[in-house]
């Protein structure tokens, strides 16, 4: 009896690299896949990919499984079954290995038969350690609902603590005394993220080289990275000293310098930003109907983008759309790139990096009646294969953010690392490693970054980032001087000035300012709260006005500025009094003369011979 095998390759896709592809299949076998991640102490990791084929049919078996794995960093990859070795063909490709193992060797033959294997290797890009945060992403599984069977385990040191932040939140956990064991079962619509720690912080140096070549004097800016609602910075050092720093509607912290004719300037800067998962409050700026305009880059008028944005309706749709069409082109990431704006990106999909990640989205977005912006700065990457950068000037990345409505707070998200990540999601949280230099919302363009304050002369790099293991403490209150009169007059309204100054190389936010004024009127010209750019002094003004008008005694007054009270007891002085007085005395005066002259009052000799009564008997 003659039985007709037929050869067929199962390929089960672990998918980290330009956009989906299509994922061979057959009716013939039932798959189990079951993976294991044990994260070292040392943020290596070894995975455990467990395969079981079932054959479905009597003459048909597996020959070949392909995994394709989301790392470029590999090491010891092998496969095995219960007898052995099986022989392992290894592929490297941009942003991932194709590992495809024979399966030929030992083949399991007839119905229900079953072949199990298994594929290991040691990976250095699932976890990064970076500064004071333990990150792990496990790429989704892109063809994971055509298994029967899908299940992922991650195992993390014990010591490492709970996760801060975890996506999707695990089927069961299970602590040991050596491990955190998490389990997931089928996570299908995303990868598997955790996130160790809470704060992470940068030492960040940045050069700007700027220059009036005119022959007159002028103001110029530049754009420090500015505060965000997960970014916090403080300027450590900067030099020379601006005049001033101003915040923009957007956000941007721009600081400017008087140039002379002719002059060029070197700034130097020493910065520390801290970043946060959990948004630090709504201290920022609003959306404006500017966050919904077209621009040349965001044609959000464009009939195709509107088209598209009616079926697509919600950032989450938006995103997925961007991450899933465009493709990212590392040849021309490694060029210095023209940028092509939201509407080539949408014709050219096969060639896009972060910009047109970026310019997508925000299209979209604002086509779809979302408020959206454009962030560009630095990203902290280990592995630009993965995580590229694809700016010109210091190695910079562009990311996209969006104004949630429900949550009043502008949202970060990533749909080029995304894409180049294979699925990692970075819609329902980012990272630590995003550090914002400049917000474009009014303009597409404008402020430029650090990073592209260069001269012809000067091409050299300009931006260096670091970790840094410290804390801030940003609870510092700022310096307050009161302005009260030593009097107040109980008939007009009296003008109290504040003037608050920051002295810190941060910003302050929320500094709540009261006056209490007990049998007072009280008239607020400025916002019960305030904030402040590092170094930044404001006005803020007050009028009161005492009810009592025959009121001549101290009132007192209660400045409340933060946490601290300042007590005042200027006098309030009623003018009626000596009004009073001066008119009482006048009429004395008044009627003691006419008693004189009409001879009422009879004086002592010596004072009827004085010069004063002569006169008034004149009179």
């Known amino acids: 009896m003659f039985i007709r095998l037929l050869t067929f390759s199962i390929f089960a896709i672990l998918w980290l690299s330009l956009q989906p592809t299509k994922v061979f299949a057959t009716k013939d076998f039932s798959t189990s896949f079951d993976s294991t991640y044990e994260i070292g102490e040392n943020i290596s990791t070894k995975v455990v990919h467990q395969i079981s084929l079932t054959n479905l049919k009597p003459n048909s078996y597996a020959s070949e499984f392909t995994l394709i794995i989301g790392s470029t960093n590999l090491d010891s990859i092998t496969a095995r079954d219960n007898s052995g070795l099986l022989p392992v063909a290894i592929n490297q490709k941009d942003n991932g290995v194709a590992v495809s193992v024979n399966l030929k060797s030992r083949p399991a033959l007839g119905l229900n038969q079953k072949k199990e294997f298994t594929i290991r290797y040691d990976s250095r890009d699932t976890a990064q350690k970076v500064g004071k945060i333990i990150e792990v992403n496990i790429p989704k599984l892109s063809n994971s609902k055509e298994f029967d069977s899908f299940t992922t385990n991650l195992l993390v040191p014990a010591k490492f603590g709970s996760p801060s932040l975890m996506v999707p939140e695990p089927a069961a956990k299970t602590p040991t005394a050596q491990y955190l064991s998490f389990t997931f079962d089928r996570n299908d619509e995303t990868g598997i993220s955790a996130v160790f720690g809470t704060t992470q912080s940068f030492s960040v140096f940045l050069k700007y080289f700027i220059s009036n070549p005119g022959g007159n004097q002028i103001q110029s800016s530049i754009a420090l990275p500015p505060d965000t609602a997960y970014q916090r910075v403080s300027i450590d050092r900067i030099k020379p000293l601006p005049i001033k720093l101003e915040a923009?509607?957007?956000?941007?912290?721009?600081?400017?310098?008087?140039?002379?004719?002719?002059?060029?300037?070197?700034?130097?800067?020493?910065?520390?930003?801290?970043?946060?998962?959990?948004?630090?409050?709504?201290?920022?700026?609003?959306?404006?109907?500017?966050?919904?305009?077209?621009?040349?880059?965001?044609?959000?008028?464009d009939p195709e983008i509107l088209a598209l944005a009616v079926k697509l309706k919600t950032p989450k749709e938006i995103y997925d759309y961007v991450v899933s069409n465009l493709t990212y082109d590392y040849t021309r990431a490694e060029k210095r790139n023209e940028r092509k704006g939201a509407k080539s990106a949408l014709k050219n999909p096969g060639s896009a990096i972060c910009t047109e990640f970026t310019d997508l989205f925000i299209a979209l977005s604002r086509a779809a009646g979302i408020p959206a912006r454009e962030l560009e700065g630095f990203a902290w990457t280990e592995n630009p294969k993965l995580r590229p950068l694809s700016l010109s000037g210091d190695i910079l990345h562009a990311w996209p953010e969006y104004w949630d409505k429900d949550r009043n707070l502008w949202v970060q998200v990533d749909p080029t690392w995304g894409n180049t990540t294979g699925l990692i999601d970075y819609f329902t949280k980012l990272d630590f490693n995003h550090i914002v230099f400049a917000i474009h919302g009014k303009s597409d363009t404008t402020p430029l970054p650090a990073g592209f304050y260069k001269t012809d002369e000067s091409q050299k790099k300009t931006v260096a980032v670091t970790p840094k293991n410290v804390s801030l403490d940003f609870t510092q209150e700022p310096e307050a001087q009161i302005f009260i009169p030593n009097t107040l007059p109980t008939y007009l309204f009296n003008r109290i000035s504040v003037m608050l100054t920051n002295q810190q190389s941060y910003a302050q936010y929320k500094i709540p300012v009261s006056i209490l004024v007990p049998g007072a009127e009280v008239k607020i010209n400025s916002p019960s709260e305030t904030n402040l750019l590092p170094w930044e002094t404001k006005s803020l003004e007050f009028k009161i006005k005492p009810r009592d008008l025959w009121m001549n005694k101290p009132l007192p007054i209660t400045v409340r500025i933060g946490l601290k009270t300042y007590e005042y007891q200027p006098k309030a002085v009623s003018p009626l009094k000596p009004i009073i007085g001066i008119f009482i005395g006048s009429a004395a005066i008044f009627a003691v003369i006419l008693a004189l002259r009409s001879g009422n009052i009879r004086l002592p000799g010596f004072l009827r011979n004085s010069h004063l009564y002569r006169e008034i008997k004149k009179s």
Do not use: C, R
């Not at 912290?253 to 060029?264: D, E, G, N, T």
């Not at 948004?279 to 700026?285: H, T």
């Open 248 to 301: 923009d509607i957007d956000g941007n912290w721009l600081a400017f310098y008087q140039l002379k004719p002719q002059q060029k300037l070197s700034i130097e800067a020493d910065l520390t930003v801290e970043i946060k998962m959990v948004p630090l409050g709504q201290n920022f700026p609003q959306p404006l109907p500017e966050h919904l305009q077209p621009s040349v880059f965001w044609q959000s008028d």
